[in-house]
């Protein structure tokens, strides 16, 4: 009896120390280089527990209830330079870590899509890249697919530039996700080549992409990647602040005739916040080296407004948009006197609430709601005559609890889910209507050591279809689970390596759709009887983040159980290949880099390459529409505000083609940035003029449905300006 009491005395007397351990401080001020002045609003990262400040009028932030040891402190703040600073700290001291910053090319990459809080790129186990609001406004369009085509990656699937849509690593469709603040934006982009994903670059904070499977957080469709759209409108757990932001922005372009123009602001009283923004873009025809592609323009306006409440425990924000648009379905030359060709009009309500308390308890961080309305209207016009409406409303929700670090262990856990009333009437009625309904839980577990981190977790998910009319009800169970280690080789270099198993349901389109679909080039024969696809994982990835050099190196290979394709019949219909949705084993590998050498402090030279190679497995059949072999090359040279950068950018030829397909050759292609960017502490304005295809480069996109009879757009230019004021 004595012996248990006495190890339980030992114990408990090891642990008075640990209990009484005094916490430090860390604090210090972030200015700018050229004059010293405070910068406000710059995020001050805590790399080792994620923590973040925002640093106040006067520059300053900080830390407290620090625990003893090594510290990584990093500030950012779009488009200076950020700094990443190590502080050590003993029982009761404090240290300071002060930042100067100035305009940079080259910035540290922040993120919440891969893990769900905010942390820098150089921790994520998933492949994520982050592009800022001013880097985005040069690739100003009327398209997502657009706005990213080109990133390290990504390409793009269009049927006209109003109509393009992001394709990562070879995935495109149903497997890649596009989001808006973390929720579906509820468009019907992902099943017809000819549906666009309408999008304005001066309307968001920064995208996200995250390259490869992120099931475990974000569902099935997210198979092949995710595209992250973050407002930035009003951030709901903001410190009360009573001061004015806003921004105000335009473009205009040659070749396609872009003209377009951009406004909003935010202000606080007390612990409330609002925010207005709204804005317009236009395109014509686009000119190629051999002649303008007709039906090719392409409009959107916007408008959305917000309110949000904010306490030291409780805290929401209420978002209401609308979005309206038109663009073209590109035609060849000879036949644009035959008919008027036709025009897809679109329009979007969304309303959106987030709320949730933070600091609940010792063991719980936070909790955050989020439920979304999305009211989606297309319209297939053929000159004024409306000849197929389609209807798509999406109600979801998402909840999520982080838990408090403790030691090494920190984590979240969740619900999410959706219903979707989805409807066509006229012409081209391929499926019938639908209720479709979704529900998931989730969690994710990571462990930090000194060396390295291990991170695990899951997600059960069930989607169930109903359909009107003499059509099967169907539904779908499944599990995505992942696991990885990220280990820190030496100061600045990470190792990564991951294992995802996925799951994919069925969409409606591949189990009911009967009919001609000249969005894809198809006349579709879905299948009611498809299983569920399944998909094994391993990817692998060098990084490297320092002051001379920034880059990283990822491999992937993606093993497909019952993969859902369209196979072709060799029968025609309609001119149009009929092809059934079958399923077969296939798989995904590749490879993709980019880096960034620092040859001077002004001068950088930018590098990158990506490949994927995607077939079925039991005969090798290329898949379609994938990407070739790809590359980058440039430079990027700043000078005090004044920044130049010429870049190339290469494709290979691609012959290996899926058997309706036609090659596409290879091409190198020249493009020349120029910006100034002038700041002080409450004003920034940023010019930029790109010129495009300067030599006038006759090329053609593989993974575009208009390929045979459209290239891409030829030599033009492009100029923006924004102006912020915090």
């Known amino acids: 009896m004595l012996r248990p009491l006495a190890s339980w005395g030992a114990l408990a007397l090891c642990l008075i120390p640990a209990f009484g351990q005094q916490t430090g401080t860390i604090r210090g001020a972030v200015k700018l280089e050229r004059n010293g002045d405070p910068l406000h609003h710059a995020t001050v990262y805590l790399v080792e527990p994620r923590r973040t400040?925002?640093?106040?009028?006067?520059?300053?932030?900080?830390?407290?209830?620090?625990?003893?040891?090594?510290?990584?402190?990093?500030?950012?703040?779009?488009?200076?330079?950020?700094?990443?600073?190590?502080?050590?700290?003993?029982?009761g001291s404090t240290g300071v870590a002060d930042f100067a910053m100035r305009i940079a090319a080259i910035h540290e990459e922040v993120n919440v899509t891969s893990r769900g809080v905010e942390q820098l790129g150089l921790e994520s186990f998933q492949t994520v890249q982050s592009i800022e609001q001013l880097d985005l406004l040069p690739r100003t369009s009327t398209g997502l697919g657009e706005t990213l085509e080109g990133l390290t990656g990504v390409a793009k699937r269009s049927f006209g530039p109003g109509s393009s849509r992001p394709v990562i690593r070879g995935f495109d469709g149903d497997r890649v996700l596009i989001m808006q603040d973390g929720l579906p934006t509820g468009t019907l982009s992902s099943q017809s080549g000819d549906h666009g994903e309408p999008f304005d670059s001066s309307a968001v904070e920064r995208i996200e992409i995250v390259r490869g499977p992120a099931t475990l957080l974000w569902g099935t469709n997210a198979l092949g990647g995710v595209v992250?759209?973050?407002?930035?409108?009003?951030?709901?757990?903001?410190?009360?602040?009573?001061?004015v932001h806003g921004f105000l922005s335009t473009n205009a372009g040659s070749t396609n005739g872009q003209f377009g123009g951009s406004g909003g602001v935010d202000f606080g009283l007390g612990r409330w916040m609002f925010a207005a923004a709204g804005g317009g873009l236009r395109t014509g025809d686009y000119g190629t080296p051999i002649g303008n592609v007709f039906n090719s323009g392409s409009r959107l306006q916007y408008g959305n407004g917000s309110v949000a409440r904010y306490g030291e425990k409780a805290f929401f924000n209420f978002n209401f948009g609308t979005w309206d648009g038109r663009y073209g379905i590109p035609f060849p030359a000879e036949e644009?006197?035959?008919?008027?060709?036709?025009?897809?009009?679109?329009?979007?309500?969304?309303?959106?609430?987030?709320?949730?308390?933070?600091?609940?308890?010792?063991?719980?961080?936070?909790?955050?709601v989020q439920i979304n309305f999305s009211d989606w209207l297309h319209r297939e016009l053929e000159g004024s005559k409306v000849e197929t409406e389609f209807f798509n409303k999406i109600f979801s929700y998402r909840a999520v609890v982080d838990q408090k670090k403790r030691g090494r262990w920190s984590g979240s856990?969740?619900?999410?889910?959706?219903?979707?009333?989805?409807?066509?009437?006229?012409?081209?009625?391929?499926?019938?209507?639908?209720?479709?309904?979704?529900?998931?839980?989730?969690?994710?577990?990571?462990?930090?050591?000194?060396?390295?981190?291990?991170?695990?977790g899951g997600r059960v998910e069930n989607n169930r279809f109903r359909p009107n009319g003499n059509f099967r009800d169907r539904g779908f169970t499944g599990f995505s689970g992942s696991a990885g280690i990220n280990t820190r080789l030496w100061t600045g270099g990470s190792f990564v390596a991951t294992y995802s198993h996925s799951y994919r349901a069925p969409a409606i389109e591949e189990l009911y759709n009967f009919g001609p679909h000249p969005g894809n080039l198809a006349f579709e024969i879905g299948n009611q009887n498809l299983r569920r696809e399944r998909g094994d994982g391993i990817e692998l990835s060098l990084r490297q983040n320092n002051s001379r050099f920034r880059g990283e190196f990822n491999f992937f290979y993606y093993g497909l159980k019952d993969f859902i394709y369209l196979a072709p019949t060799g029968e025609v219909e309609d001119d149009l290949?009929?092809?059934?949705?079958?399923?077969?084993?296939?798989?995904?590998?590749?490879?993709?880099?980019?880096?960034?050498?620092?040859?001077?402090?002004?001068?950088?030279?930018?590098?990158?390459?990506?490949?994927?190679?995607?077939?079925?497995?039991?005969?090798?059949?290329?898949?379609?529409?994938?990407?070739?072999?790809?590359?980058?090359?440039?430079?990027?040279?700043?000078?005090?505000?004044?920044?130049?950068?010429?870049?190339?950018?290469?494709?290979?030829?691609q012959d290996r083609v899926f058997l309706t397909e036609?090659?596409?050759?290879?091409?190198?292609?020249?493009?020349?940035?120029?910006?100034?960017?002038?700041?002080?502490?409450?004003?920034?304005?940023?010019?930029?003029?790109?010129?495009?295809?300067?030599?006038?480069?006759?090329?053609?996109?593989?993974?575009?449905?208009?390929?045979?009879?459209?290239?891409?757009i030829g030599r033009g230019a492009r100029v923006s300006y924004t102006m912020r004021f915090f």
């Open 53 to 91: 400040a925002e640093s106040g009028e006067d520059g300053a932030y900080e830390f407290r209830d620090l625990p003893p040891g090594k510290y990584t402190v990093v500030a950012h703040l779009h488009p200076f330079s950020d700094e990443r600073k190590t502080v050590e700290i003993t029982p």
């Open 228 to 243: 992250n759209v973050i407002t930035g409108q009003i951030p709901a757990d903001l410190e009360p602040r009573d001061d």
């Open 336 to 368: 644009r006197f035959e008919e008027p060709g036709e025009k897809i009009d679109w329009r979007r309500y969304n309303g959106r609430f987030t709320g949730g308390l933070k600091n609940i308890n010792s063991y719980l961080d936070r909790l955050t």
């Open 413 to 456: 856990f969740g619900v999410s889910g959706l219903r979707r009333d989805y409807e066509t009437v006229g012409d081209e009625t391929l499926a019938p209507p639908t209720i479709q309904n979704n529900f998931a839980a989730f969690g994710l577990q990571e462990f930090d050591f000194e060396r390295f981190k291990v991170q695990f």
């Open 577 to 653: 290949f009929v092809a059934e949705y079958l399923q077969g084993n296939a798989r995904y590998f590749g490879a993709e880099a980019r880096a960034d050498f620092r040859l001077h402090r002004s001068l950088w030279l930018n590098a990158g390459f990506d490949m994927v190679r995607a077939e079925l497995r039991a005969d090798s059949t290329p898949l379609p529409r994938i990407p070739p072999l790809r590359g980058r090359l440039g430079f990027d040279w700043r000078w005090k505000g004044f920044g130049i950068n010429p870049y190339f950018q290469f494709q290979d030829r």
């Open 662 to 712: 036609t090659e596409t050759p290879g091409a190198a292609v020249f493009h020349l940035n120029a910006s100034y960017t002038w700041a002080s502490k409450h004003l920034l304005h940023a010019f930029n003029v790109l010129w495009f295809n300067a030599t006038d480069r006759l090329y053609f996109n593989h993974t575009a449905f208009i390929k045979n009879f459209a290239p891409e």
